[in-house]
Every structure is written in C-alpha cells, then in structure tokens.
C-alpha cells in the first residue's frame, strides 16, 4: 500500500488500508509505511538511566540484586529536580524513537537526599510531569508509597531516606498531583512493594478514596529472597497474600509477579490484574522467570516494562519474553496461540492491552484502531522487504536490531521522524552535562 497518505494499520488482530491520522498536520509528512498504536511501557524509573551499564562490573564474590541495589542507591542520592529532569527526558526520547509511545512512571525519589521536602514537595514529580511534557510521551505518573525497610518493619537506611513518605503526606501529594491532570496525565497509585508498604498502611491507602479511581501498581515476588521474607512474617507467600489481602482486578498491575506458584499463577490470572514483565532488567538483576505459559493459558494479562532501563527498547523486552520460555522448555513459538500463530504479533497485541490497561488508559483492554499514539515501521528497510502482513511484526521483534521506527505521533504532535525525535539533540545535550555532575 504505497498511496501517499496511507498506511497498513495494525488494528489489533489484523493490518488494514487506512487514512493516515496525522495526515496534513505536519505538512509535507506522507506516510506510507505499518502503523501500530504506540505501546505502553508500563512500568520505569526514568532516573535508573543515568546507570545503565554501569553496575556490570564486579562488586564482589556474590553479585547479586541487592548489591546492584546498593549502587543504584547511591546514583539515586544524588538526584536534584534539574538533573531529573534531564535524565528522564533522555528516557523518555529513546522510549519515543523505540515505539514506547506513553510510559508508567514508578516514582519515589520524593524528597531531597536528607528526607526533607522540596518546596513545592511535588518538585520531583513535576520534574517527571515537565520531562514527559517537553518530549510528547504520554504519562502515567505513580507516585510511590515507600515506607519500611523490610518486612520486619525496620526504618529506611539512610540511602533510602529521600523514599518515605507517611500515608498522609502521600495522600497529599496524590491529591495534589490529580488536580493537574490533563489529557496524556493520568495520576496513578503506586505501593512499592510489601516490604517497603506495612500492611495496616496499605489498608490506609486503598480505603481512602483517592485509591477509588486509577490504576494502583505494586513490585511484588521480583526475588525469592523476598518470598522467603514474606512467608517468614505472614506465612504466606507474597502474590497469595496480595490476593487475599487486598481487591486485585482491572485496577491493579503487579510488576514482575516473578516467583508463584501455580495456585498463585491460576489466582491471578482470573483476577484481571496486569503483570509488568520487565525482561531485561530481570534477566540483567538476576531476578528468574516467569511462568509465561502457564499464566497465559488461565487468560493472565500481560504489559512490558524498562523498568531499570538497563535496555530500551520494546523489541528486546517481546523478544526475551518468549525466547526466556524456548531456552527453559526448549520448544518454541511457546507465547502464540492457536488463534494467533505469530508469536511476535501475539505478543505485541498483548503488551499493546495489558499496557493500555495498566496506564489506565483503557481498563476494559479494547484496542482501538483510531489509538492516539501511532508508531510507524519502515516499509522501506530491507529487514521488511518482501513480507506479508502476519509477519511484519514477527520479523520487527525478532529478526533484526537496525532501528525501524521510522515515525511516532501522539495525540496528532509528530514527535519522531526519520527515526530521530525532534527535540534529541537539545535534550541529550542536558542529559550530558546532568551525568557530568552526577559522575564527579
Ligand atoms: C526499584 N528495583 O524500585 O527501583 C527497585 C529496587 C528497592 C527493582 N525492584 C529498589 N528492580 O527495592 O528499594
Ligand atoms: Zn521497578
């Protein structure tokens, strides 16, 4: 289909000839390529950037998740409103040229590096809000609750003081931070996970009425060092004891949800929920595999995450999702279905609801041909050339690493072209004199 203004649209199930949405909005732009709606990347904390391959070295005889952690910790300490700014609009640039087209934010770098508030004590949020607004992407903002440093309920660490928050102050900061929402500017809730939230605190935060509407996110069995902590202090492990303690469904997206049992893997499959599966970063820290077929048989809901962002890149995180199952039960093509056989386009499609789904973008998971957010492949690039339709996206996630986005538009503002966002250059020069203080 090489008419000027149309495209090949990817609907969710199959591609169709359509009108170009943005036609005529950025003059001479013609596109004439396979358009998809942009995906979500459900689940990032846009300043762990600034550290992406540098924890790739050893530490000692047993490097682990919790020693990357400590290096991440001191990255984290030395973050400011300015330098956060410019390292997450770097993220958010390279998710943009990736076909990340809206990013969930977990975000709980709250105060400064002592624990106190910044004035206004939204001024880290804001900083995310201004790096999301400046590049295009859209944003759903989860400030995070964060306020124990284990499940014996143990105070933060120093390094971890600038995390914590009371359920008041959080609550406060929600209500603050929902008065400015706007289209592309959803305010979710985030728990950072039940070792960092005390149980009677989580109770706090879901009964009061903010957590009455949005979606509400939570890190949950990422390690089995913290299964194993969660089933010396409640007996139970830690999505079991979620499921039983509070009102998972459609709201609710469970980052990793790593280590279950089939129980739980049954359980939470045919509660609704999201699972962020954030590949690369749980293959880089080590973390295990999840069970992906199992979950996908019982009809769970899928999203992809950056998390770290170790890697950006939606093509990495489809491609380690299925190919983490063929090294595990040496078979292959085990994330499609009979219904749909392609497994790149299967897990696109998933990752396109679960995502949309986890953003709160739209909970009853509809994917829309007339999405806001349209990502264009390259039909010119010869990684494409001479393939038919089902295989478009089989062949984008696991054929190739040259770059094919080609376009990104959201909500009719056309933020990448020619695979390069408009605003590249000016931002990467701040995200470079933001790492030169960050590093001295
Ligand atoms: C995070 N990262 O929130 O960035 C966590 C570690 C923590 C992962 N869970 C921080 N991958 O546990 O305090
Ligand atoms: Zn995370």
Redesign the pocket.
């Known amino acids: 289909m090489h008419t000027l203004n149309m495209l090949n649209v990817w609907d969710g199930a199959q591609w169709r000839a359509r009108q170009c949405p943005c036609a005529g909005s950025e003059g001479d732009t013609t596109w004439h390529g396979w358009a998809l709606p942009g995906l979500v990347n459900a689940?990032?904390?846009a300043f762990q950037r600034a550290m992406a391959g540098l924890a790739e070295r050893r530490a000692g005889a047993e490097d682990s998740f919790w020693s990357w952690r400590e290096t991440m910790y001191a990255l984290a300490t030395r973050f400011d409103p300015e330098r956060l700014h410019a390292v997450a609009a770097q993220s958010y640039v390279e998710m943009l040229e990736a076909g990340y087209t809206h990013v969930c934010e977990?975000h709980y770098l709250h105060h400064d590096p002592g624990g106190r508030p910044y004035a206004p004590a939204s001024a880290m949020a804001d900083a995310l809000i201004d790096a999301a607004r400046e590049t295009g992407i859209g944003l759903t903002l989860l400030p995070t609750l964060y306020i124990s440093g284990g499940f014996d309920g143990r105070p933060l660490a120093a390094h971890q003081r600038r995390f914590a928050h009371t359920v008041e102050s959080f609550l406060a900061l929600i209500e603050a931070l929902r008065a400015r929402e706007t289209t592309g500017l959803i305010v979710g809730i985030a728990l950072h996970s039940l070792r960092a939230v005390p149980a009677s605190a989580l109770r706090a935060v879901l009964d009061s009425g903010l957590a009455a509407r949005g979606p509400i996110h939570i890190?949950v069995a990422?390690q089995t060092g913290e299964v194993d902590a969660c089933l010396a202090a409640t007996g139970q492990r830690p999505v079991a004891w979620l499921l039983d303690h509070a009102p998972v469904d459609a709201r609710w997206c469970l980052?990793?949800a790593t280590h279950m049992d089939a129980d739980e893997t049954r359980r939470l499959a045919r509660s609704s929920a999201v699972v962020a599966l954030?590949p690369s970063?749980e293959a880089n820290l080590g973390d295990g595999l999840f069970a992906l077929p199992a979950f996908l048989a019982e009809g769970g809901r899928i999203a992809i995450?950056s998390?770290?962002n170790v890697s950006i890149s939606p093509v990495e995180e489809l491609r380690w999702l299925e190919y983490g199952q063929r090294l595990l039960h040496r078979a292959r093509n085990l994330a499609s279905s009979a219904q749909q056989p392609h497994s790149g386009e299967r897990l696109f499609g998933l990752a396109l609801a679960g995502g949309r789904q986890a953003a709160g973008l739209d909970i009853d998971t509809e994917v829309r041909v007339d999405a806001d957010a349209v990502i264009e492949l390259d039909a010119t690039h010869a990684l494409l050339a001479g393939r038919r339709s089902g295989e478009v996206l089989d062949s984008w996630i696991f054929a190739g690493n040259a770059p094919l986005l080609r376009a990104a538009c959201v909500r009719s503002r056309m933020l990448v072209r020619d695979g390069r966002h408009l605003q590249r250059e000016a931002v990467a020069r701040r995200y470079r004199q933001a790492l030169a203080t960050l590093r001295d």
Do not use: K, L, N, W
């Open positions: 689940h990032a904390h977990f890190h990422e980052v990793h954030c970063t995450g998390d770290s």
